[in-house]
């Protein structure tokens, strides 16, 4: 089990440009949420996808979006990407709703916005 | 809105040495709180959740609601405990997790 994965690992954008961040949960697992992690900061929780739908969201402006497909993998979108957006993506994936809290999350995707 | 808080960045103990990892936290209700940690080249991963009261890898954790703490404890200090550790708090039961900042605890020898 490769467990969680995230495509890219790596990316480059400008101001102004979209990105799309792909996320494939943990075997098993029907739920996805997105994080931002900052530099020196921790994960902050952007929303959760559950049963295809987005279930709970943090504080993040609509810029900001996803979508979960049948298989159950995910993708974040950022439109209109600001300098601020430089930052390491995390996804987490886990089972069932509501769950024990333990999250399994990939090795991310980071993000350079120039 | 609720907060976690790790008052420090950097923790620096010998091996053998007492952990105390602290963690404060500012929600009126009852959350649940977690321990994550982050070893060298690894992903982020749970240590150890309050409502369990486990012992992990020699961990301890205690929920203080009249200090509102959940400090991560160990009693001797081991090489590999060396990492990154981020406390987080959780309303509800979904996948919102509130992380503090973390703290990297490093064992000298």
């Not at chain 1, 439109?79 to 390491?88: R, V």
């Not at chain 2, 240590?47 to 954790?61: D, V």
Request: with cysteine.
């Amino acid at each position: 089990d490769a467990g969680v994965t995230q495509s890219p690992t790596h990316l480059i954008k400008t101001r102004g440009q979209q990105v799309t961040l792909r996320c494939s949960p943990k075997s098993g697992h029907d739920t996805v949420s997105w994080y931002q992690q900052a530099l020196g900061q921790g994960p902050q929780f952007i929303f959760q996808y559950y049963e295809e739908e987005e279930r709970q969201r943090g504080n993040f402006p609509d810029r900001f979006s996803g979508h979960q497909f049948p298989n159950y993998s995910s993708e974040l979108n950022v439109n209109a990407l600001l300098l601020g957006d430089s930052a390491l993506y995390l996804c987490a994936s886990s089972f069932g709703q509501p769950n024990t809290g333990e999250l399994f999350f990939g090795e991310g995707s980071r993000l350079t916005v120039l | 809105a609720q907060r976690v808080t790790q008052p420090e960045k950097l923790l620096s103990v010998f091996k053998g040495a007492p952990v105390e990892l602290k963690c404060n936290y500012s929600y009126s209700g009852s959350p649940e709180l977690f321990w994550y940690v982050q070893y060298s080249r690894q992903r982020l991963q749970l240590l150890l959740r309050h409502i369990s009261r486990e012992s992990i890898k020699g961990f301890t954790a205690d929920l203080n609601k009249g200090e509102t703490s959940f400090h991560l404890k160990k009693p001797f200090a081991q090489e590999e405990d060396s990492a990154m550790y981020y406390c987080a708090l959780r309303v509800g039961g979904g996948n919102k997790l509130t992380f503090g900042t973390g703290t990297q605890l490093k064992v000298e020898l």
